[in-house]
């Protein structure tokens, strides 16, 4: 699949899950998940909330395109630091940061304060994002980095995603 390819299934998926989103119950909670097991380390009830609609996002995990030039990557949120390696390897780069836990997701490690012993020198996973679309509680998608939306794209770093 080549890079124009990538990003129509990218604009395809925004938009199924912005109806997704629009048409869910919102009397209740949304929880977003990636359907993946979550990295905090918490325990859960069994069962959980009633009134909680479910927005699975895990189908954003692709590797969009590359800008070799430029050395970014354009990703999904929900591709794992794992998957994301393995496909800019096959381009001779490596993330700035790269945590860890090979299962932590682009967009958990950004809203989560991602670090590891690369940070003394390039900062936390979110200080190497040039932009990120965000889902917003309106069922908007915001477009955010430092000239647009510059307020939210700040605020993200450290939020859990629950801005």
Known sequence: MNDVDRRKAYDDKVAAL???????????????????TSNLFRYR???????????????????????????VAEVEGAITFETLLEQVLEFGLVPRVCPELRHITVGGAIVGVGIESTGFRNGFVHDNVVEVDVLTGSGEVLCCNESNNRELFEALPNSYGTL
């Open 45 to 71: 009830q069994a069962g959980g909330n009633m009134n909680l609609s479910i927005l699975d996002i895990g189908m954003f995990n692709t590797l969009i395109r590359v800008d070799e030039d430029d050395m």
């Open 18 to 36: 912005t109806e997704r989103f629009a048409a869910l119950d919102k009397a209740g909670k949304v929880k977003v998940t990636t359907g993946s």
